[in-house]
């Protein structure tokens, strides 16, 4: 199964959210159960382990955890409760962690390269510095800070189809991304009022349909934002003024 995925995740042509998740059976006990207890992942860590790539810890409880720079790894965390955890540098490359409590919790410099974290909440939660280019659609992310986060697609790997922060449909209001790397990233429909964008790079990304009522844009980098049908101040304009489909945009 770890194969499939693996090829469902990097293949040739772009993909969407389903299409990954296409002939993946998420009620597996691989994607729905844990193999390890909370007592089992303390021990580990208390003796120096901190290796749990490819493991499933489906529903585990971790919240309040010290989990800095531990590798899950293509791991199986869905529906695992993390909040008020600290994640600080770790790694989640293809991990799952889809419907996923994180709320409050601190992921500095950690690194989510092509994860699933659907419908994950994460209200409050510091990804500052982090490198993110998985699928946060629909997740809860009020209140979370990216600043300097790097959620750009990853125009490197072009072969493997187009990997890039997914923040379709997600609700960011108030999420702080000052300086962070928005370049291509998907924001269509994203919830936005009184988010602070404020010198970040959104250059390409495509924000079409989305909320920013009240958002603040000074200083950020807009050639090419994709705004259709997406609502605005009407104070944010000349800081918008290089992207796409200004006149598209509904004015508040």
Sequence with gaps: MRAAVGALLFSPAPLSAQDMLQGVDLSQPAYSQSELTRAEVEAALKAGKSDFSGKSLNGLDLSGLDLSHVNFRAARLNKARLSGAKLDGAILDQA???????????????????AQMQRLR???????????AGDLTGASLRGAKFEG???????????????RAVLRSTYLEGARFGK????????????????????????????????????????????????????????????????????????Q
């Design 180 to 251: 962070a790397n928005l370049m291509s990233a998907d924001l269509r429909f994203a919830h936005a009022a009184g988010a602070d964008f404020r010198n970040a790079n959104l250059m390409n990304a495509d924000a079409s349909g989305a909320d920013f009522t009240g958002a603040l844009f000074d200083g950020a980098m807009t050639k090419d934002l994709d705004l259709d049908s997406a609502q605005i101040d009407a104070a944010a304009e000349a800081a918008l003024a290089p992207a796409q489909h200004l006149d598209r945009a509904r004015r």
């Design 122 to 132: 994460g209200d409050g939660a510091d990804f500052s510095g982090a490198r993110l």
């Design 149 to 163: 986060a790097n959620l750009s697609a990853d125009m490197k790997n072009q072969s493997m189809g187009l990997m």
């Design 96 to 114: 799952w962690l889809m419907q996923a409590d994180l709320t409050g919790a601190s992921l500095k410099g950690a690194q989510a390269f092509a």
